[in-house]
């Protein structure tokens, strides 16, 4: 019964190992997170939405820069990593700010920041190299964010 119970330990954590060893999410510089289960944030409905639709928007807008950067379109590629950018459209509002944690907002300012600094080359340098390595960088932060944190919200009350 040990001895079933040890090689059953090795394997769980064999497994876990092999999982730190090729999610991306976890060989990030971000806090790993502590058990399986990702941090809830509690929103009301109307935030809830307003922050998937962002989201919608920051994937929209990062297949826009990439298809901007492949056919050589520096134009594009600043225009849509500026509505990713710390005054774009795909920033939250106040309301919402106030409820997220600080490693969140911290990540998410790292995020917008770097869309400006693919405006910056797009606009300077027009380095599609430069604008593809950022905008790699970028989605590795969605990644670690997705697996660190999920969004849940009370039903309307009225
Ligand atoms: C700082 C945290 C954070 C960052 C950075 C982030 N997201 Fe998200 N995203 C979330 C959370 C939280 C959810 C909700 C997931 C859940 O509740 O399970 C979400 C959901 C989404 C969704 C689902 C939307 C829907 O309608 O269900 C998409 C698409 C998405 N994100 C795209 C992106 C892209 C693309 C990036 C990077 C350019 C990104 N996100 C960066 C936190 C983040």
Redesign the pocket.
Known sequence: MALTMRIRYILVSGVFACAGAIHPAWSADFPQPKTALREA?TLTLEEHET??GK??D??AL?QLILDGAVNANMKQVAMAARE?GLHGGAHMPPSVQAKLPLP?RQ??QA?HRTFDEIVQEAEQTGNRDAILRKLSE??Q??VT??AN???RSAPRSQ
């Open positions: 944030i922050v998937l989201m919608r920051l994937l990062s990713g969140f990540l998410a995020t970028n989605l932060r969605c964010c997705h944190y999920t969004v």
